[in-house]
């Protein structure tokens, strides 16, 4: 996977150096109004509305931990999510910034993985499953049936086809089922 990291940094770097506020795939991500709302809420430790550097910290180190991964980015959310610079993040810096994040993760999926199995730039069913086993692995084997509910969410316009942006979201639904499983069990 070290492959997969420099890659993810490359094109992490190149999204958010290219006007990403006005970038149509992030712009697709973030047309889903609700996608990002659990993970802040879920960062944002003391619910005053923004997340700091600290709950940032925190809440990754939760997550990774939970998972049992090692911590893999160099670049953090506050950097390239903070536009106003005063060191927080508010709802909209976060939701920006986790749609960068994801359309850099369905890029380097679809560069990695779509060797033989693009079609028009998005990845065919038999890749998109190949990711699919690979996203659920590492959020811990989620079930089968929200896999296969994701995967049809996943796909905005139903066309069994996966543009970057479609697997960005992919991910974060992923994530924020994960979200949720960990919000119940503190409860
Ligand atoms: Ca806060
Ligand atoms: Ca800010």
Redo the contacts with the bound molecule.
Sequence with gaps: MAEFGVEMEKNLIAIYRAKPAENPEILKILADEMLFTESFVYCDDNHDG?VIMEELISCEEHFLKALNRPMAMKLNRMEI??????????LA?WALAGAMWDLAFGKTMVSTLGKGHLDDEKLNEFAIYKILGLVGHFFNDTDYSTAMDILFTADDDHDNKYSAAEIGCLQQHFYNDFIRKQMWSAH
Excluded: R, Y
Aim: proline share 0%.
């Design positions: 923004m999510g903070d536009t106003d610079n005063d060191g927080k993040l508010q810096e």
